[in-house]
């Protein structure tokens, strides 16, 4: 399992923090996801042989943010 942090742009609300860590977990490869509004940071931990950085950031970029830095 690896480990990737992000941070992101645009995360208005604790709400949205919580719902971009329940559609990240929903997806096929991804074991967690935690979302911190307040440092605008999400840590994920995921299978690589079951999904690529790449695929997780079209996950992010299709729920409407931005990421501005990786980890």
Known sequence: ????????????????AQKMGLILERQKGIQKANVN?????????YHADQITLEEIEKIIAKTGYRVIEKR
Do not use: F, H, S
Not at 3 to 16: N, V
Not at 37 to 45: E, S
């Open 1 to 16: 399992m690896k480990e990737i942090t992000y941070r992101l742009e645009g995360l208005g609300c604790p709400d949205c």
């Open 37 to 45: 509004y307040a440092t605008g940071k999400v840590k994920i931990q």
